[in-house]
């Protein structure tokens, strides 16, 4: 990222999610209809909308990087492969709770670079929030213009883990994990909100077995990198982005 200037990364995501958000939230106080895509997950005004918004920032910002976002067209590998860096994006992240009207939905957006997530914007549009973040960077909650520092807490000898899960995907893999562990207890959050919960020190792991993408998962994996957290691959590899497939593996976030 020394290329770009933080500063100049920073106020164009913020410009981003929080155009995005506001086509979200106009979608979301009116009858919307839902459409259902390929692999049978739902598609709605809003997500398209958010796209549009998303794009026409970073492309005027930053013409020269591409964006693999999940509404997107999705480059074949061997024109991906060559890219050092790209934008990696989920304009609505968690459509489903999205159309639930739980509020449980995020914008992501995340600049990677040499396959790896550096930096990372997460909106809230229904409660006004931003997080961003990134390794080397820190992280930080925004609130009302008002920025805050955001750490992972330290585990609590003896008290067990606070263990996220997501809200509409469950995973019997989910259950003989926790089975290992010492668990104190587990929390339903929707779409990568999990991610701002780790951040912020209200929760000690996230692990995830079944079916996410690149985009669902950049910018939150930088957000905990920046509040001290780490993220791996179940093997305990490192979890990478620009893959040939982009689904990703099953992964766990740690505080």
């Not at 005027?60 to 976002?69: K, N, T």
Request: proline share 6%; net charge negative; with cysteine.
């Amino acid at each position: 990222m020394a290329e770009i200037a933080l500063d100049s990364l920073k106020a164009a995501f913020i410009e981003a999610a929080q155009a995005a958000g506001r086509e979200i939230l106009r979608v979301y106080g009116t009858q919307f209809g839902v459409e259902c895509k390929a692999d049978d997950s739902p598609l709605t005004e809003a997500d398209k909308a958010a796209h549009a918004a998303i794009k026409a920032v970073l492309t005027e910002r930053f013409p020269d990087i591409p964006i693999l976002s999940e509404e997107g067209r999705h480059l074949p590998y061997n024109v991906r492969r060559h890219w050092p860096r790209m934008f990696v994006v989920d304009p609505l992240d968690g459509t489903k709770e999205f159309v639930k009207r739980n509020g449980q939905f995020t914008v992501n957006i995340a600049l990677a670079e040499h396959q790896r997530p550096v930096l990372g914007i997460i909106g809230v549009p229904v409660q006004g929030l931003l997080y961003w973040g990134g390794p080397d960077i820190g992280a930080f909650r925004v609130e009302d213009g008002r920025e805050t520092p955001i750490r992972t807490r330290k585990p609590e000898p003896g008290q067990g883990h606070v263990v996220l899960e997501s809200v509409s995907h469950k995973s019997p893999d989910m259950d003989a994990y926790l089975a290992t562990l010492h668990v104190r207890q587990r929390v339903e959050v929707g779409s990568a909100l999990k991610f701002c919960v780790l951040a912020e020190g209200k929760a000690d792991l996230y692990p995830r077995f079944n079916l996410t993408y690149e985009w669902d998962t950049a910018a939150g994996h930088a957000l905990v990198l920046g509040a001290g957290g780490s993220m791996t691959g179940l093997d305990g590899g490192p979890f990478l982005y620009n893959k040939e497939n982009l689904k990703n593996p099953g992964f766990v976030a740690r505080a």
